[in-house]
């Protein structure tokens, strides 16, 4: 009687081993919300504890639930229309909004790629959620702000614009444009010895006739206000 040994390399399997192990450790350690979703059905497969903590659940709540169970009754037709787009372009980023377990919402930037197996078949989606909260706060707070200087601006009863060293105006308030008989928007760009009469524009040019024949060279100066 005799003893057989057969000896089989597992270098290959233990190095795959470590590092399905290393980005594991990755996925659940790393601060950006990430999850993953099964195509076939539209639930998640994994997420990470940063994407389940954001939205109020634990990660063994979320896993095997739908993806549309983070969006609103409203939305979830517009997300499952979203579903062939991202598997057809295989990397798709869009805006929408979360809702939390407690009901709360809150803008998030999505971010997804498909994974395909060797027969080019759509594995899995990959997706990275960017919470925009602060980003939405910030352009809100510019959108009021730009709205009260604005207010300002064409509160006053004189004529008050501001061009750039090209004499390009920049901004314009109402009354500089109802003396010229323009709107601001046409005045916008346009350079202000354009816009202005042809005598005043000369007098504030300093150059009175010569105007015409050297406006290159008086663009390039830089203007006074008027």
Same mark, same amino acid.
């Given at each position: 009687?005799?003893?057989?040994?057969?000896?089989?390399?597992?270098?290959?399997?233990?190095?795959?081993?470590?590092?399905?192990?290393?980005?594991?450790?990755?996925?659940?350690?790393?601060?950006?919300?990430? !999850?993953?979703?099964?195509?076939?059905?539209?639930?998640?497969?994994?997420?990470?504890?940063? *994407? !389940?903590?954001?939205?109020?659940?634990?990660?063994?709540?979320?896993?095997?639930?739908?993806?549309?169970?983070?969006?609103?009754?409203?939305?979830?037709?517009?997300? =499952?229309?979203? *579903?062939?787009?991202?598997?057809?372009?295989?990397?798709?980023?869009?805006?929408?909004?979360?809702?939390?377990?407690?009901?709360?919402?809150?803008?998030?930037?999505?971010?997804?790629?498909?994974?395909?197996? !060797?027969?080019?078949?759509?594995? +899995?989606?990959?997706?990275?959620?960017?919470?925009?909260?602060?980003?939405?706060?910030?352009?809100?707070? /510019? =959108?009021?702000?730009?709205?009260? /200087?604005?207010?300002? *601006?064409?509160?006053?009863?004189?004529?008050? *614009?501001?061009?750039?060293?090209?004499?390009?105006?920049?901004?314009?308030?109402?009354?500089?444009?109802?003396? /010229?008989? =323009?709107?601001?928007?046409? /005045?916008?760009?346009?350079?202000?010895?354009?816009?202005?009469?042809?005598?005043?524009?000369?007098?504030?040019?300093?150059?009175? +006739?010569? =105007?015409?024949?050297?406006?290159?060279?008086?663009?390039?100066?830089?203007?006074?206000?008027?």
């Amino acid at each position: 009687r005799g003893v057989y040994v057969t000896f089989r390399d597992i270098t290959d399997r233990r190095r795959a081993e470590e590092q399905a192990q290393r980005w594991q450790h990755v996925f659940d350690q790393t601060e950006l919300a990430l !999850a993953i979703a099964d195509p076939r059905d539209n639930t998640f497969i994994a997420v990470n504890p940063t *994407f !389940a903590t954001q939205r109020g659940y634990t990660v063994e709540e979320l896993v095997g639930k739908p993806v549309d169970t983070l969006y609103s009754s409203e939305q979830q037709q517009e997300v =499952r229309r979203r *579903f062939p787009l991202i598997d057809h372009a295989g990397h798709y980023t869009f805006e929408s909004v979360h809702v939390r377990k407690d009901g709360t919402t809150f803008p998030v930037l999505m971010e997804v790629t498909t994974v395909h197996d !060797a027969r080019g078949e759509v594995q +899995s989606r990959v997706a990275y959620a960017l919470d925009i909260t602060d980003r939405r706060r910030d352009e809100e707070a /510019l =959108r009021e702000s730009e709205h009260a /200087l604005r207010s300002l *601006f064409d509160a006053i009863p004189e004529s008050v *614009f501001l061009m750039d060293t090209d004499g390009l105006i920049l901004a314009a308030n109402e009354t500089f444009a109802v003396r /010229l008989g =323009r709107t601001v928007e046409e /005045l916008i760009g346009t350079n202000v010895y354009d816009a202005l009469p042809a005598d005043t524009a000369a007098r504030s040019d300093g150059r009175g +006739s010569d =105007r015409h024949s050297s406006k290159v060279e008086r663009r390039r100066r830089t203007p006074r206000t008027c």
